[in-house]
């Protein structure tokens, strides 16, 4: 007896000095690990399927996001009282999509994207944006198409059943096992990655960086603040009262905020072109060498790099489809909800989230960066070496402004507060809708899950950044994948409906 309690003493010593000495040690290995599983899902197989997609959708759909982006704009006020079907409007689905797109993505991720790939990752980002249009649309229009009402008058809709409806309809075969996959995959990214974990970090990490405050504890090697602290338990108490309200609180409280904070932003963007008129060529001219991996200028000590042109699309596209969503099959959940009964007109709508997210406002983000950072013959500024994410853009945003900093950076930290918040309310409902289809409606598992999300919004500020950002990524891909199948197979369906509605636009007494 004496000799096994030494036995079991001995070796639980061992394993606490192994903890102990080791612990970096597992989260490097783990961090490698992430990356590798990371490089897989966003090699060039994810990255040519989603450019393929929106290619083939541009090309079928006759070029939709070019000729018809006016329309889109007159349909987005439009309202559909006398629609069978729907719970919020047109608007209000939209700008449910949008408070979950314009998030961190804008903020953090197009920082990300250029310190990993370089000023070339924008120009990757404005090309799947512009192709993400067409499938924005498709895959909302889709959703719609196929979506379920259920006896109490609620909606269910999104990629599930597209994949699901639409690919036996056109196949003949079952397709279920991918719409599982993709519910799967969307519950995770929900979970553990953009809408939960980013987005919290993003708001403690601008929180964190304008407003400075002693250290209260040091989880996992980090230093956690006061400020992280407290930021985090108040997103996460805020977060809870809207999540518990449903679909519908949601969209009252996207449809308030999410305008406001976009009108906000774009202003200080604006003001940056105004400001550096004479920069922005440098600054574009940087973007396309760049991308093409010519050197480019990085910041701080780090002097001249050449950035590959595989590392720019990869980091550039990734963020890309993080921030604007086009392809990742999460909008057309919200779109599916919408009070319409032609589905042509709500994926019309539903197409301005892309461009107004990556056009509009990645764009001012990452052209703030660009000028104040990345211009050749700029001096160093050793104050934002390594600095990555929100502090960037905030360094940016500060130095290209000038004036009164102190206030520059208090007004780009409420924006991403506020966006990020947003997201979290928006892929709660995304995740949510994702359980139900899995669970063929069960309230109590759903409950369970939005309990969860809630623990996850909450403990995501001790999170690494870098761990943070990989697992997005890497749910983001596995969504992408099912989703653009579906979406390559059902071109068709979609081409066709297309010039249906249009049809009947253009001659309403046609059947």
Do not use: H
């Amino acid at each position: 007896m004496f000799v096994n309690t030494f036995q079991r003493a001995d070796q639980l010593f061992w394993l606490a000095l192994i903890f102990l000495s080791g612990k970096f040690f597992v989260m490097e290995k783990f961090n490698e690990i992430l990356d590798q599983i990371d490089g897989f899902v966003w090699g060039i197989p994810t990255i040519v399927l989603i450019l393929v997609t929106g290619l083939i959708l541009t090309i079928r759909l006759k070029g939709l996001q070019f000729r018809k982006l006016g329309l889109a704009f007159k349909s987005m006020f439009k309202k559909n009282e006398n629609a069978k079907s729907g719970e919020v409007t047109s608007f209000g689905a939209l700008c449910t999509a949008l408070s979950a797109t314009i998030g961190t993505g804008n903020i953090v991720g197009v920082a990300t994207a250029i310190v990993g790939g370089g000023p070339g990752a924008l120009l990757w980002m404005w090309i799947a944006a512009i192709l993400g249009i067409a499938t924005k649309y498709t895959e909302c229009m889709l959703a719609v198409k196929y979506r379920e009402v259920k006896p109490d008058g609620t909606i269910l809709g999104g990629p599930f059943y597209t994949i699901e409806k639409g690919l036996k309809e056109r196949t003949g075969f079952t397709w279920k096992w991918l719409a599982i996959l993709f519910a799967v995959f969307g519950m995770l990214a929900g979970l553990l990655g953009i809408g939960t974990i980013t987005q919290i970090n993003g708001i403690t990490s601008a929180v964190n960086d304008a407003i400075k405050s002693p250290v209260m504890f040091n989880l996992f090697g980090q230093d956690i603040t006061i400020a992280t602290f407290v930021s985090g338990l108040l997103v996460t108490f805020f977060a809870a009262l809207v999540i518990i309200g449903g679909l519908k609180r949601i969209s009252k409280v996207a449809e308030k905020i999410v305008p406001a904070m976009a009108i906000i932003y774009v202003f200080m963007g604006i003001a940056i072109i105004i400001m550096n008129a004479t920069k922005v060529p440098a600054a574009f001219a940087v973007i396309f060498k760049s991308a093409f991996g010519v050197k480019a200028a990085s910041f701080g000590a780090m002097g001249y790099v050449t950035k590959s042109i595989i590392d720019s699309m990869q980091k550039g596209i990734a963020r890309g489809i993080f921030s604007n969503e086009a392809g990742l099959g999460s909008a057309p959940i919200a779109a599916a909800s919408a009070k319409v009964d032609e589905p042509c007109e709500q994926g019309l709508v539903s197409m301005l989230g892309t461009f107004i997210d990556t056009i509009i406002i990645c764009t001012m983000t990452g052209l703030a960066i660009v000028i104040a950072f990345y211009i050749p013959g700029l001096p160093e500024d050793p104050s934002i070496q390594g600095v990555v994410g929100a502090p960037l853009t905030s360094a940016a945003f500060t130095k290209v402004l000038g004036g009164d900093t102190v206030s520059v950076k208090y007004l780009l930290m409420i924006c991403l507060i506020f966006f990020a918040f947003t997201t979290i309310l928006g892929w709660d409902y995304y995740s949510e809708r994702c359980v139900e289809y899995l669970t063929k409606g069960n309230k109590d598992v759903v409950m369970i899950f939005r309990v969860l999300y809630i623990v996850a919004v909450f403990i995501g500020p001790y999170l690494t950044i870098s761990a943070v950002w990989t697992i997005a990524d890497i749910t983001n891909g596995l969504m992408a994948i099912p989703n653009c199948i579906s979406l390559i197979l059902l071109s068709g369906v979609a081409a066709k409906e297309t010039n249906k509605y249009f049809e009947k636009l253009r001659n309403p007494l046609a059947k």
